[in-house]
């Protein structure tokens, strides 16, 4: 059973950048054909897909958020990583980790971390 | 890119069935039978409910169906349970990257 955890600083001031890690269990980021992804959800608001990387490096990332984004990949740890650069208080969101069932480029994320709140404020 | 678009909510009783609309574009649910639906209850993640249209993951009751015409995706609910009670979220794949719709809250009067 694949499970996913996400961890990293709750608060983040203005401006600066947020940087959360995913440690991967039962399953490793460097095998296969899956893909690895972050997902957030403002407080009371809907879903926004952030982006997603492969074991062999290649990234997608949301057109919207794409200027500020980057993902990577700690093998050694078997982590995944965010960093979302220029933050202001729309960033604030739970932020999700999450992976497919599947090893298709179109299989839709199917495990979820538990998620971790981000909050953006001086 | 703007969210898919969802009606916010929508209710039903008990037994009845509830269709839940998705709208999009040819460049997203109209272009790829790559559409999918979550169903999230408070402070828990998301559970995948319905992907490529209409394909429901092992241990997902037949009580839940998908379909597409067009530019448009619809979840559809039979037999309404309270346990429906939640939001629920459409999915599309955009291109080079996937799209999730604004949601809509699901009440089981």
């Known amino acids: 059973q694949v499970q996913l955890q996400e961890s990293g600083p709750g608060l983040v001031k203005p401006s600066e950048t947020l940087s959360l890690s995913c440690t991967v269990s039962g399953a490793s980021i460097s095998s296969g054909t899956y893909y690895w992804a972050w997902i957030r959800q403002p407080a009371g608001k809907g879903l926004e897909w952030i982006g997603r990387?492969?074991?062999?490096?290649?990234?997608d990332y949301n057109p919207s958020l794409k200027s500020r984004v980057s993902i990577s990949l700690d093998m050694s740890k078997n982590q995944f990583s965010l960093k979302l650069t220029s933050v202001t208080a729309a960033d604030t969101a739970v932020y999700y980790c999450a992976r497919p069932r599947g090893s298709s480029n179109f299989d839709p994320v199917y495990y979820w971390g538990q998620g971790t709140l981000v909050t953006v404020s001086s | 890119q703007s969210a898919l678009t969802q009606t916010p909510s929508a209710s039903g009783s008990p037994g009845q069935s509830v269709t839940i609309s998705c709208t999009g574009s040819?460049?997203?649910?109209?272009?790829?039978?790559?559409v999918s639906w979550y169903q999230q209850h408070p402070g828990k993640a998301p559970k995948l409910i319905i992907y490529?249209?209409?394909k429901r993951p092992s241990g997902v009751p037949d009580r839940f169906s998908g379909s597409k015409s067009g530019n448009a995706a619809s979840l559809t609910v039979s037999g309404l349970q309270p346990e429906d009670e939640a939001d629920y979220y459409c999915?599309?794949?955009?291109?080079?990257?996937?799209?999730f719709g604004g949601g809509t809250k699901l009440t089981v009067l």
């Open positions: 040819s460049s997203d649910v109209g272009g790829y039978d790559f």
């Open positions: 990387i492969y074991a062999s490096g290649i990234t």
């Open positions: 490529e249209v209409l």
């Open positions: 999915n599309s794949w955009a291109g080079s990257f996937w799209m």
